[in-house]
């Protein structure tokens, strides 16, 4: 017996994907400002561009967003020095446009977009959890069948979001996200550099902790190794490193 695709690829147009961004916020536990992260908008951007696919950006609440400086290529610490991808996005004045202007998700027609992508960077630890807008649209993308795909912190979203019984979405499903060590990681170098206090962390809470609570079957690939798994039309990716890889998952499942 043949299984129906809910998701059937139609080769006479082009996959339209939504790629989410988080909006600027201040740290509650260090008082610095947060945003999105580059490289996981850039990088899915490039895959999915280079394939014909239609891409659009949105925030949970529209406006200009700011990323973390970290993941900025011309940052004075060198970070991301070898991100040139994102150092081509920033430097093209109608693509840093799109940044400057997202549009707000509750403007997403779920009907005309194949799949949604929640990039991560610090933000989303802390506004996510009122991102009702977001939680919402990215449930319905995966109660429609349709790729809803999430990557580093941007998996915060699936502490939230519910599926119409008001079950966690994510619940009983095998995901990955940031991953404890390499929060530890990211805990020590601040404490080493001096600007963390020793025994505060960066986050208000941990990825990995939080969906092993949910219910989630969470898994990982090592320190800051790219990696994304798929479990039905739930996609997530690791980290910050994962962009590629969570993009090649989503056009694998939309057909190419």
């Known amino acids: 017996m043949s299984v129906r695709d809910p998701n059937p690829v139609d080769q006479r147009k082009p996959k339209r994907v939504a790629i989410v961004i988080a909006n600027p916020a201040v740290s509650t536990t260090t008082g610095w400002p947060v945003g999105f992260w580059w490289s996981e908008l850039t990088h899915p951007w490039f895959a999915f561009t280079e394939r014909g696919y239609e891409v659009e950006i949105f925030s949970p609440k529209g406006g200009r967003c700011e990323a973390d400086a970290l993941s900025d290529p011309r940052d004075p610490s060198g970070y991301s020095e070898t991100d040139l991808i994102s150092l081509g996005f920033i430097s093209s004045p109608k693509l840093r446009a799109l940044v400057d202007e997202t549009r707000p998700v509750i403007e997403i027609d779920v009907e005309r977009f194949d799949a949604i992508v929640v990039a991560g960077g610090q933000s989303p630890m802390f506004t996510y959890e009122s991102a009702t807008g977001l939680q919402q649209v990215f449930a319905a993308f995966h109660e429609a069948g349709k790729i809803a795909a999430a990557l580093c912190h941007g998996t915060a979203i699936l502490r939230y979001a519910k599926r119409a019984d008001g079950t966690l979405l994510a619940a009983g499903k095998t995901v990955t996200?940031?991953?404890?060590?390499e929060e530890d990681f990211a805990d020590n170098a601040t404490w080493a550099m001096g600007a963390l206090e020793r025994g505060k962390h960066l986050m208000p809470w941990r990825i990995e902790?939080?969906?092993?609570?949910?219910?989630?079957?969470?898994?990982?690939?090592?320190l800051w190794r790219g990696f994304a798994v798929r479990d039905g039309n739930l996609i997530t990716g690791q980290q910050n490193f994962s962009g590629a890889e969570t993009?090649?998952?989503v056009c694998e499942a939309l057909g190419g």
């Open 247 to 249: 993009a090649r998952v």
């Open 177 to 181: 996200g940031f991953a404890n060590a």
């Open 209 to 222: 902790d939080e969906l092993k609570a949910i219910g989630a079957n969470y898994i990982q690939a090592g």
